[in-house]
């Protein structure tokens, strides 16, 4: 197999070498042997596709760290900004060394299963076994990008959906709980849904579920988890009686920046090339975030109050979580529509309806990451249609794409709630879930940490 | 010799300094304070969650003068702090018992 690729890689470059045009030699008869070779030889990837997927899993890595630490970061007290920071960094790190295990095996590994297993995980690849440099993964064309440049790709999105979820238990958990937690999670909840929602044989893929960068398997599926854990682990103290107000909103504007730019990685790179849908991926990521983040400020002053930063940053996040899994999905109005659509239900749900419920979501990632999820996830069904300028063939109907859509979001809400609450209790059961009463009044970077983030 | 306290406004402070140099007073000490009074404090939302701050930033002004110039200070900081809203301050006198110059260890009057 080696031979094959290497004898292909050795007329390849003699073809180019050929083709140019200070070198005018028989050109046919090499041009003949290498289409000979590639019938032989397995696919190879396009340096272009594949510059650009190593380019997009950095990018998603950016927006963990430092994005999302400075955006969780920012909103918290500031006796927590390093607890916060710490615990998405090294969550972060716990699931990257996870996904090379057995992540990526139970997503996306080589062995399908039958029946019904094969629905929910696959097998094989475990410790990445089989693969090596030259191992190839499948686009979403007759294209191929390297197999460890997919690997990574996904891996950063194992990696953002555990750190996302830290925004529901902020300023209360404890470091060792998150240790604990996050394998437990990763295992039981994220890699089936990744492999549910993304591999083929998976139920929702099979089912038809359009998600194009992850909706359902990041963004749901984070703040379901969320909300799950912060009913477990129970209000914060003195919350919410005693005033809360976030310690830098400098530091969440920043993040808020790095976190959209970084998001171009996720939601083109989802394309899995460097084509015209990463492309129409790219635009909708502008435009639906620009919709969301003004219809946040607009919604403040239509309720009586000034249009905020927080508001800003807040409505940036849900036109970015909207449009994740209509990036590929829909024209770049449709994808306008979703932000505004959105930036409404989540302002309306985290200002108005969030405190009616007795949950403390810290830093309200099931208001922002759960709620713009089901809404982007059930809109993507309509922004398709050919009538909205949506990518989709009009071949299936608005009404039954919408079944799909909602299936695919029940689906996920069930597994990600049962599953976090059995991995939640686990964990209370054994460690414990929370700090002491003294350390949480102490602040968790001292408690937990033994630093403090000013002096 | 009197010690006067005023707390005032703080977007008021270069006008009131200005003007208690144009009356002669070469010194002061300024410290950034928060207090409340009548003036009721402001409200903070973050995404809705409504704090009330009951604390608001202040000014507060030290100076000690001799008696001749003591009413002549309150009633210039009483003019150019006044903006005629709740929460321009208050303005409190006080005796001082002495004062000394710790460069030259000048004692009273003079060390002012």
């Given at each position: 197999m080696k031979r094959i690729i290497l004898k292909a890689a050795a007329l390849a470059t003699g073809a180019v070498l050929l083709a140019a045009p200070s070198f005018a030699a028989p050109v046919s008869d090499v041009a003949e042997a290498v289409t000979a070779a590639a019938e032989a030889a397995p696919a190879v990837p396009n340096p272009g596709n594949n510059a650009w997927m190593m380019t997009a899993t950095v990018l998603v890595m950016l927006m963990i760290l430092p994005g999302l630490a400075l955006f969780y970061g920012g909103l918290t007290r500031s006796k927590n900004m390093l607890s916060t920071m710490t615990q998405i960094g090294a969550t972060a790190c716990l699931a990257m060394l996870i996904w090379v295990m057995w992540g990526y095996s139970l997503a996306f590994g080589d062995t399908t299963y039958e029946g019904t297993l094969g629905l929910f995980v696959s097998g094989g690849s475990y410790f990445l076994s089989g693969t090596d440099a030259s191992s190839t993964a499948a686009t979403f064309t007759d294209e191929v990008i390297s197999k460890y440049v997919f690997i990574s790709f996904q891996m950063t999105f194992a990696a953002i959906t555990a750190a996302l979820i830290l925004g529901a238990t902020a300023e209360r958990m404890k470091f060792s709980a998150v240790m604990a937690f996050v394998p437990i999670w990763l295992t039981i909840v994220y890699f089936p849904i990744a492999h549910m929602v993304w591999a083929g044989g998976g139920l929702l893929f099979e089912d038809g579920a359009l998600d194009f960068a992850g909706g359902t398997v990041v963004h749901i599926n984070a703040g379901v988890s969320g909300l799950v854990l912060a009913y477990l682990l129970g209000k914060r103290r003195g919350y919410p009686s005693e005033p809360m107000p976030p310690h830098s909103l400098v530091m969440t504007m920043i993040g808020t920046g790095l976190l959209w730019v970084g998001w171009f990685g996720f939601n083109a790179g989802s394309a899995l090339e460097a084509d015209g849908s990463a492309g129409l991926a790219m635009i909708n990521t502008f435009v639906a975030t620009a919709a969301g983040a003004l219809t946040w400020m607009v919604a403040e002053r239509a309720a009586g109050h000034k249009g905020s930063a927080l508001g800003f940053c807040s409505g940036v996040i849900v036109g970015l979580v909207a449009v994740t899994p209509a990036a590929g999905n829909s024209g770049p109005f449709g994808a306008i529509l979703l932000g505004i659509i959105a930036s409404l239900v989540c302002y309306v749900f985290v200002a108005k309806v969030k405190a009616k419920f007795g949950y403390d979501d810290s830093l309200d990632a099931f208001g922002i990451h759960g709620v713009g999820g089901i809404v982007g996830a059930i809109g993507t069904a309509v922004v398709y249609q050919p009538f909205l300028g949506g990518p989709g063939d009009g071949s299936t109907a608005l009404g039954a794409q919408l079944g799909v859509q909602v299936f695919s979001v029940l689906v996920t809400i069930a597994w990600a709630g049962l599953g976090t609450l059995i991995a939640g209790f686990l964990v209370k059961l054994t460690i414990g879930l929370r700090v002491d009463e003294e350390s949480e009044v102490n602040g968790l970077d001292i408690s937990e940490h033994g630093e403090r983030a000013y002096n | 010799m009197k010690f006067i306290i005023a707390i005032i406004k703080p977007f008021k402070l270069d006008t009131v300094r200005e003007a208690l140099s144009g009356i002669g007073i070469a010194g002061m000490t300024v410290t950034e304070v928060k207090g409340f009074g009548r003036q009721k404090g402001q409200t903070e939302i973050y995404r809705g969650a409504e704090y009330s701050t009951n604390m608001l930033p202040k000014v507060k002004l030290e100076i000690a003068a001799s008696d001749d110039v003591a009413a002549q200070v309150v009633e210039t900081i009483q003019s150019t702090a006044n903006t005629g809203a709740i929460g321009d301050g208050k303005i409190f006198v006080l005796d001082l018992a002495s004062a000394t110059?710790?460069?030259?260890?000048e004692s009273g009057e003079t060390a002012l």
């Open positions: - | 110059r710790i460069r030259t260890g």
